[in-house]
Nanobody, 124 residues
């Protein structure tokens, strides 16, 4: 019912920056929480940052003061600006969106969708 398309990953040198984008599309009624998670090889998926509809944000300690999450409600898009990247930031990054979509039978129903993942590699 709701699809997420991520973009912006790639290879960057230590100390560099990248900006990830995730656009949600479909029969969306409202979006409550948008966030980014990441999974490094051999590790579990972990929270990076979230932003709720009121623009309140939450960050993992490891990315505070380096990463910035933002959203464009008109475009149903969430962004992750990543600065001062280091090798420990290397991972597949996934966006995650929760909200409600239009349902012909019920009016609206809850959805919780994941993006396909985008690789971020920090290496010299």
């Amino acid at each position: 019912q709701v699809q997420l398309v991520e973009s912006g990953g790639g290879l960057v040198q230590p100390g560099g920056s990248l900006r990830l984008s995730c656009a949600a599309s479909g029969r969306i009624s409202s979006i409550s929480v948008m966030g980014w998670y990441r999974q490094a090889p051999g590790k579990e998926r972990e929270l990076v940052a979230t932003i709720i509809s009121g623009a309140s944000t939450n960050y993992a300690d490891s990315v505070k003061d380096r990463f910035t999450i933002s959203r464009d409600n008109a475009k149903n898009t969430v962004y992750l600006q990543m600065d001062s990247l280091n090798s420990e930031d290397t991972a597949v990054y996934y966006c995650n969106v929760e909200g409600r979509y239009y349902n012909v039978i019920r009016g609206t129903s809850q959805f919780h969708s994941w993006g396909q993942g985008t690789q971020v590699t920090v290496s010299s």
